[in-house]
Every structure is written in structure tokens, then in C-alpha cells.
């Protein structure tokens, strides 16, 4: 069991704090947490269970196999000899295949064994951004000494995406997917004291995949919430200079230079609450970026040309997709 706890002063309660009370592994694609929030006003404990639910339910982004791609199969509901089970077993296990990920948009991977013998989750080749969270998780079983070579599309994602129709093609099987980390959620509420000094306290209950801890998604999702009412706030800084008393965007002269005039407009609310996950970074210089520690857009305008090109592996090419990403969605 693990118990966290962090305290947050508001100005309207003095002392607010969330605690981790309960944590614990059922089983590799099974995590459970319970933490709770307190003291809250009358109401608050509701308006903020109902949201964190929602956002971790919806908001959160998970990665999944999402198409098989094979020219020896004539349709997804044929069978191959010396193979135990149909196409579509197949294609259903692969489904449950949880996966972790620093993913951005899609990737191939692929498995190549010969029977006969099991095939497993560790059988995948995956690239060194993706990683299974049990490989023990059974795909097919083959009888005879044959050799099965399948291609695999992954995506990292929101949500559910229904496979389609139109989506099939020549020896291309599209998969359902859920991409939601979060299995289940519960908020439930205590409330103590008498007429209006009645305070609540939240309790909130996080199952995940394995993917990700309770406390991870607890994190991903209240981030999430706040870059959905950041918009709200820009009209009222629409003025305000994207620096503070103890830093200082330090920008030096480059051949991009002219690409950052209108980030040099943006606020500072917004510059450290937009993470690099809401651009379309390649997953190169996606990781190269989480590697050295920079998580937003605060941090990217906090260094200098100089300061990237200093990073492991980072290249010129991979400046100019920086900045043109942050140009085109800013």
C-alpha cells in the first residue's frame, strides 16, 4: 500500500490536499488506486468528480494495434493451416494487446516465427519507443513447422476508433481499438459539519491497464482538464509580456527567426500549461525533447538555437520541424 499526499492552498479553502490512500497491482494489466480530496465546499466535490471522470475516461491517450496486414489471408474469416486458431482469433488477440508508448500518430511493427510452438506478445518487433506490458499474452498457436510473418500498424490515440468497411484493403485487416488506459472509474462523496459549514471530501477510484498507474492518469487528466479551460483565460491576459519576474524567454537569432514573432505574443499561463504532446512532433524528436527534460512550450521558448542543437541526436532538420509545428497550431 502507498500513501501520497500533497497540500494546495486556495483562496477560498485554507488547507486543500489529495492523498493517496490505497495503491496496488492486481495483476500485470491490472492497477488500482484510491485518492482522495478534501477539505471541498458544498457541491465542489461533485462538479470536480463528475469532470475528473470524464477526463479519464475520454481524455487520456493509450496506444493499441490497429491493423494486420498479411498477403496470405484471403479475408479476415478464413482459416490457415497449421494454425490452432481462425484469422479472427487472431485478430481479436492482437486486440488485447496493451502497450506503453511516447507514440505520437502511428508506427509499424511486426512478427516473423516458425512453428510449431506458441506465438506470444514477446514475439512482436517493436520499435524502441513502444513497449508491451505483458509479454506473456497469447496471439496463435502454430501445430506444424510453418513459418507465420505478419505486419502490425500501431497508433497511439483517444477514445474508441470502430474499424470501417472502406478500411479494408488488399491483405489489410483493420482492428477495433479501444484506446482508453482507464478501465474504470468511481467518485463517491463524504460530507461532515452542520448548514453552511458543511465541507465534502472526494473519493476518487482509478482502474488502469497496466500501461499506466492510477496516478499517472490521475496526473494526465487534471493536465488535460486544464489545457481544455486555458482558452478561457487568454482574453484576459491578452496584453501580458511572455515573461516573469525570474525568467526570461532568452531567443537568439537564427534563420527561423521570423517563425517566432507570434509565440513571442503568447501568454505565460498558456506557454507552461501546453505540452509538447499537442504538437505533431515526429516520435525522433518527441523523445528527444522528453529526454532532456523539455515538457512544454514554456520550456521549448526558455531555450536558445544554440541550446537545442545541443541536445543528444538533435539535428538541424529537426529545428526547423520544432518551430514549424509550434508556428502552425500557435
Not at 457541491?43 to 498479411?70: F, H, N, P, W, Y
Not at 479494408?168 to 462523496?189: E, K, L
Request: glycine content about 4%; overall charge neutral; some cysteine.
Amino acid at each position: 500500500m502507498v500513501r501520497e499526499k500533497v497540500t494546495v492552498s486556495t483562496p477560498t479553502l485554507r488547507c486543500m490536499q489529495w492523498k493517496c490512500v490505497e495503491s496496488r497491482t492486481d495483476s500485470k494489466l491490472l492497477y488500482y488506486g484510491r485518492f482522495i480530496l478534501s477539505p471541498l465546499m458544498k457541491g465542489q466535490a461533485d462538479t470536480i468528480g463528475i469532470a475528473m471522470r470524464r477526463a479519464l475516461l475520454g481524455e487520456i491517450e493509450g496506444t493499441c494495434i490497429t491493423r494486420v496486414k498479411s498477403e496470405n489471408v484471403p479475408h479476415e474469416y478464413s482459416t490457415i493451416r497449421g494454425i490452432q486458431e481462425s484469422v479472427h482469433e487472431i485478430l481479436m488477440n492482437l486486440k488485447e494487446i496493451v502497450l506503453r508508448s511516447n507514440l505520437y500518430g502511428t508506427c509499424d511493427a511486426s512478427i516473423c516465427v516458425r512453428g510449431p510452438g506458441y506465438v506470444t506478445a514477446q514475439d512482436i518487433i517493436l520499435p524502441p519507443y513502444v513497449e508491451i506490458v505483458d509479454n506473456t499474452q497469447h496471439i496463435a498457436s502454430l501445430t506444424e513447422p510453418m513459418n507465420l510473418c505478419i505486419g502490425l500498424e500501431i497508433e497511439r490515440n483517444r477514445g474508441y476508433l470502430r474499424k470501417m468497411p472502406h478500411n479494408f484493403q488488399d491483405g489489410s485487416y483493420p482492428i477495433d481499438a479501444v484506446f482508453m488506459p482507464v478501465r474504470n472509474v468511481n467518485h463517491s462523496i463524504h460530507s461532515y459539519g452542520n448548514g453552511n459549514e458543511k465541507q465534502e471530501v472526494l473519493f476518487l477510484e482509478i482502474w488502469t491497464n497496466g500501461s499506466l498507474t492510477p496516478k499517472e492518469a490521475l496526473h494526465e487528466a487534471s493536465r488535460n482538464l486544464i489545457d481544455l479551460f486555458i482558452p478561457f483565460l487568454h482574453k484576459e491576459e491578452e496584453n501580458l509580456p511572455l515573461e516573469d519576474n525570474q525568467h526570461t524567454v532568452r531567443l537568439s537569432p537564427f534563420p527561423f527567426h521570423h517563425k517566432l514573432d507570434k509565440l513571442r505574443k503568447n501568454k505565460i499561463t498558456m506557454a507552461k500549461s501546453t505540452f509538447i504532446d499537442q504538437f505533431e512532433f515526429s516520435p525522433r524528436v518527441y523523445n528527444c525533447l522528453k529526454r532532456s527534460k523539455i515538457y512544454t512550450l514554456w520550456d521549448i521558448l526558455n531555450n536558445t538555437q544554440e541550446d537545442l542543437m545541443k541536445l543528444e541526436h538533435f539535428r538541424l532538420e529537426d529545428l526547423k520541424e520544432v518551430f514549424g509545428s509550434l508556428e502552425k497550431h500557435l
